[in-house]
């Protein structure tokens, strides 16, 4: 099938790392990408992997993808209030993207 | 520089009619795509629009259509609106399928 896998709630300390995952499905997909979803908002692109790398940082984000297993992570250094939102994992794949149902982050004080 | 700007924001329709959303895709993108995202979902793929043609369609039924104008904006329309049309719908840009693609904020119809 066409589904993107990933856990549907997280809750995190503020200051503390947080790590999404996420297991896609389709070992061709070129980019794999991690997008945030405010309240009321479109998508915001928080970065993206190539398929033939391991790993990427971007400031506080780092992704990590293992290829054999088709799994995805993403995770968030020192959360602040300001990272609460939904975050998306994402395949690109044939002209198009294929979402999760995304993850909601919660923080707590 | 405007990124993609959808219109109209919000829309309230009745079963049975027809909608018309509109999106102006980010300066120098030439590929637009819809996605649809139901309330507690990921968005899902509608089709795509490059050279003014319909290049690929995800499993969405002949009521949804769409155009893309000279200019690369584009329209997507629903005929005979259901219950479960009810959703935001996401126009995103791209130059040529260049991995950067920008979303739009949405336009949030609801079908009473």
């Known amino acids: 099938g066409e589904d993107v896998e990933q856990s549907l709630f997280l809750s995190v300390r503020e200051g503390d790392s947080s790590v999404i995952n996420c297991t896609y499905t389709d070992s061709s997909s070129t980019y794999l990408y991690w997008y945030k979803q405010e309240p009321g908002a479109g998508l915001q692109l928080l970065t993206y992997i190539f398929s033939n790398m391991d790993m990427k940082q971007d400031q506080r984000l780092t992704v990590l993808l293992n290829k054999k297993d088709k799994h995805l992570s993403l995770r968030i250094a020192d959360t602040q209030t300001g990272d609460s939102a939904i975050y998306f994992c994402?395949?690109?794949?044939?002209?198009?993207?294929?979402f999760g149902k995304g993850t909601r982050l919660h923080i707590l004080p | 520089d405007a990124g993609v700007t959808q219109s109209p924001t919000h829309l309230i329709k009745t079963r049975g009619q027809q909608v018309t959303l509109r999106c102006s895709p980010k300066s120098g993108h030439d590929t637009v795509s819809w996605y649809q995202q139901a309330l507690g979902q990921g968005p899902q793929f509608i089709f795509q629009y490059y050279e003014e043609e319909e290049r690929q369609r995800g499993n969405f039924p002949d009521r949804f259509s769409g155009h893309q104008f000279p200019n690369y904006s584009s329209e997507l329309n629903v005929n005979a609106l259901l219950l479960g049309d009810s959703a935001l719908y996401l126009c995103?840009?791209?130059?040529?399928?260049?991995?950067?693609?920008?979303f739009g904020s949405g336009t949030r119809l609801t079908v009473v």
């Open positions: 994402a395949e690109g794949r044939d002209d198009k993207i294929i």
């Open positions: 995103a840009s791209t130059l040529n399928n260049n991995y950067g693609y920008t």
